[in-house]
């Protein structure tokens, strides 16, 4: 699991420990940079820069440090700077440096930033720009606009040489973080400002500042158009528009700490809204349906349980499980934070007073959609869930999971002796779905996954877990080393495919996970975004009637892509199966 922390004197348990290890990390991306370290010691234990704080984050997994951003806030301003952001360059690239500025991004919100800016190299040649480094500041500035930030333009920030850009060029990035008003002089002129001092001691007083700032002259401000940004592909022709369920409403939202994992976060869903721009989709309003849909295949004391968080805890709590049933599971613990640890299988799902109604719409949408297709109102729909479900067991949450959405349109699907096959794609075992179904031959729970030995939840996903009882033969595992790629991923794919055909299904569950995609920050996989088309594609030839369940994808911009191309991909594979 991925998890960051506020590299802070006084805060950090491990201050120490972390703190050499974002300065390793720093003397390895930048060398000729050495100087700097110094400062990063004096930010973590709380000497700030002239009017602004200093915010060192560092990303860790299993107590490494994987890489770490510095930042500073302008209160009275609403705005940010990122000083300085790196991942380790020894590792393989993971989506760490994308993660990393996500969570920087999230936490300066959090503060109040409206605006987000940093520096980079310039991308084309000119004053100050060293011509061999161009290709790799295209890169950098590609980087950078995928995640929201392009260059101010008409300025002369990037012809200026200041004492800590060593002599060189720099363009100044602007990310609006969904801001859509534009930038006024005044504004722009302000935030330099506060940038000049705080990186380099000078003030408004100064030539190099005064000159600077006077360059600051369109208002508003000109920001460049996306240079590096593909034009998407012309959608295929489809006969029917694609049939859609969204969880109603976001507020209260589920807090997350990102102390304790890489967060499950509000801004995914926005992020699935823009995959489904200029597509044909026809979207459907959730119904509210009754608790006995989740006491169908949930503990009722776990239920109890998640229930009473709505009605304790307070507002901005957040409670995390720490104590664990190992010995004596048959007793259920009456201290309410103790009972956290008796239904949850980790430390890094969060328990608030918002947890339990927004499990409640994921429900709702879930079944609302194996409604649509039951009914025969859809061959097919696609739920936009969140939190997500598929790692919920019958009496234990965790994975950021609460309710099994899957499990629960499943099991309302089987009525009337009707057979349902599950199809999790998502980087990380569907635990959840073998819990629940795993004594039952009605249900085939199918998943594709990183291998337990290396991949959450560690503990579920053998291949050799084939079921119990009567459901002996109806659990398939198909776990995967780090490392695929297109043509691994589809190879087992189609392995998977053939045992559901052979179950021969009524009705077919896919747990989306665009986390199996390259740059995935808790996944390890390396599919492509024409790789999750083709896997849609590959599963749409089946022809089933198909509820498509949004589960996991932590890196926005692959999530945009990743659920597009999937949901193309099967869309067209299922069309042609249904004209065959």
């Known amino acids: 699991m991925l998890k960051f922390v506020r590299v802070m004197a006084g805060a950090d348990p491990s201050f120490e420990a972390h703190l050499n290890g ?16 110094e400062k990063i010691t004096r930010y973590a234990t709380g000497e700030n820069p002239p009017r602004c704080e200093a915010v060192l984050l560092a990303a860790t997994r299993a107590n490494k440090i994987l890489g770490f951003s510095v930042s500073f806030y302008f209160a009275d301003l609403k705005a940010a700077y990122l000083d300085y952001i790196a991942s380790d360059p020894a590792r393989s690239a993971r989506g760490i440096g994308g993660a990393i500025y996500e969570m920087t991004r999230d936490d300066q919100r959090k503060r109040g930033a409206r605006r987000f800016f940093l520096d980079s190299l310039p991308d084309e040649p000119g004053p100050l720009v060293h011509d061999e480094l161009l290709p790799e500041s295209r890169r950098r500035l590609a980087f950078y606009e995928r995640l929201g930030a392009r260059p101010v333009i008409g300025t002369a920030y990037e012809r200026t040489a200041t004492p800590s850009n060593l002599g060189d060029g720099n363009m100044l990035l602007c990310d609006a973080m ?11 002129r302000s935030v330099v400002e506060r940038i000049m001092l705080a990186k380099n001691g000078l003030d408004a007083a100064d030539p190099l500042v005064s000159g600077l700032l006077k360059s600051i002259a369109d208002d508003p401000v000109r920001v460049r158009a996306p240079r590096y940004m593909t034009s998407p592909k012309k959608p295929p022709t489809l006969h029917r528009p694609i049939d859609i369920v969204v969880t109603s409403g976001e507020s209260p939202t589920i807090e997350h700490s990102p102390f304790k994992g890489y967060y499950e976060r509000p801004s995914r869903v926005a992020a699935v809204r823009r995959a489904l721009e200029g597509l044909p989709v026809s979207e459907h309003k959730p119904e509210h349906w009754g608790r006995e849909h989740i006491l169908a295949v949930h503990d009722r004391r776990m239920v109890k349980f998640l229930k009473e968080t709505a009605e304790r805890l307070p507002d901005k709590r957040i409670v995390y499980p720490e104590i664990f049933p190992i010995r004596f599971p048959d007793r259920l613990p009456r201290n309410f934070e103790m009972r956290a640890g008796y239904f949850c299988i980790d430390t890094s799902t969060p328990l608030t007073n918002a947890v339990y109604p927004a499990a409640r719409r994921a ?13 025969g109102s859809a061959p097919w729909c696609y ?6 479900g598929h790692h919920a067991e019958r009496r234990a949450f965790g994975g950021f ?27 990380h075992h569907g635990n959840g779905m073998q819990d629940i179904f795993y004594e039952r031959s009605d249900v085939l729970t199918v998943s594709i996954h990183g291998h337990p030995e290396e991949t959450y939840p560690f503990f ?4 050799d877990e084939r079921g119990r009882g009567p459901g002996e033969g109806f659990n398939r595992n ?12 589809l190879t087992v794919l189609a392995r998977a495919l053939r045992r559901i055909e052979a179950f021969k299904p009524d009705y077919l569950i896919v747990s989306l996970g665009v986390d199996i995609m390259k740059g995935d920050p808790t996944g390890h996989f390396f599919v492509t975004g024409d790789g999750m088309r083709r896997i849609g594609d ?7 009637r198909t509820v498509i369940m949004q589960e996991g994808g932590y890196n926005l911009a692959n999530l945009r892509r990743g659920v597009r191309e999937f949901l193309l991909g099967f869309a067209v594979g299922h069309q042609t199966a249904r004209a065959l």
Do not use: Q, T, W
């Open 383 to 388: 739920v936009v869930v969140r939190p997500p």
């Open 460 to 463: 579920a996903g053998f291949d």
């Open 363 to 375: 429900v709702d949408a879930a079944l609302s959609g194996a409604k649509l297709v039951r009914s």
């Open 478 to 489: 198909y776990p995967i080393r780090p490392g695929v790629d297109d043509a691994g991923y």
């Open 22 to 37: 974002v300065k390793s990390v720093f003397l390895k991306a930048f060398p000729f940079n050495e100087p700097y370290v």
């Open 178 to 188: 969904g801001n859509e008003n534009p930038m006024s002089r005044k504004y722009l």
């Open 538 to 544: 590959a599963i749409g030839r089946g022809g089933h």
């Open 401 to 427: 999971c609460y309710f099994n959405n899957a499990a629960v349109a499943a099991h309302y699907l089987s009525a009337s002796g009707k057979k349902v096959a599950i199809l999790d794609v998502d980087h």
